[in-house]
Structure formats: structure tokens, C-alpha cells
């Protein structure tokens, strides 16, 4: 069974930057060689929506229109590690992150046509960009 642990997030200023982190554990060898993994985000009264996501085995990767230029996804496979850079915050961009993971589907579709259907989840991680 694939677990995902997130950690990072918090309370910043408009203009900030965080990095958000997501170790998967509970796999044989490094599970980010056999899944596609990303970040989705949930506000209030919003739409989940899929944010980045990678394989790490081909390079693909995906970024939503809202934070293209501002978010880098990368992925330390040795350490079964996504990461979510997160610069030029903004208030909108102020949700409940998680790390998703997937054996199937792909990268576009992941955080896209099928957000919200991944097979495993984070925990979430508050991210809160206010002054």
C-alpha cells in the first residue's frame, strides 16, 4: 500500500514562496518509477483543482494555466520525493494542497479529466497567502 507524506505549507505573504514536499513510502525500490504522482488543491466554495503534475520515468509533466511561471514540480526519485515550488504566491492561490498518486493514469489526465480520482492521497497541507 503506497503512503504519502506531505509536509511544508503554511501562512505567507502575497509575493512569498514555500515548497511543499511529499515522500511515498510503502513500495518496493522507489515508487515515483512506477507512479505518476502531483498536487491537487481544494479552496472553499471552489472546484478541486489539479495543479502540476509528473513522471518522473518520462519526464512528463503538466501545469495548470493559474500557476504556469510560478510552480516548479520536481522529483527526487532516490528519495521517492515530489516537490511543489511555489513563487510569486497569491491570494487565490490560497487552498488545502495534496499530493496524489496514480499507476494508471496519466500525467494530463491526472490533473485534468480525472482530478480527484487518483488511487492514493496526502494528508493535505493548509497553504494560506494573505498579508
Known amino acids: 500500500q503506497l503512503q504519502l507524506v506531505q509536509s511544508g505549507g503554511g501562512l505567507v505573504q502575497p509575493g512569498g514562496s514555500l515548497r511543499l514536499s511529499c515522500v511515498a513510502s510503502?513500495?518496493?525500490?522507489?515508487?515515483?518509477?512506477?507512479?505518476?504522482v502531483g498536487w491537487v488543491r481544494q479552496a472553499p466554495g471552489k472546484e478541486r483543482e489539479g495543479v502540476s503534475c509528473?513522471?518522473?520515468?518520462?519526464?512528463?509533466?503538466y501545469y495548470s494555466d493559474s500557476v504556469k511561471g510560478r510552480f516548479t514540480i520536481s522529483t527526487d526519485v532516490a528519495k521517492s520525493t515530489v516537490y511543489l515550488q511555489m513563487n510569486s504566491l497569491k491570494p487565490e492561490d490560497t487552498a488545502v494542497y495534496y499530493c496524489?498518486?496514480?499507476?494508471?493514469?496519466?500525467?494530463?489526465?491526472?490533473?485534468?479529466?480525472?482530478?480527484?480520482?487518483?488511487?492514493?492521497w496526502g494528508q493535505g497541507t493548509q497553504v494560506t497567502v494573505s498579508s
Open positions: 496524489v498518486a496514480d499507476g494508471i493514469t496519466t500525467v494530463q489526465a491526472m490533473c485534468t479529466s480525472a482530478v480527484g480520482n487518483s488511487e492514493y
Open positions: 509528473i513522471s518522473a520515468s518520462d519526464g512528463d509533466t
Open positions: 510503502g513500495f518496493s525500490g522507489s515508487a515515483l518509477d512506477y507512479f505518476q
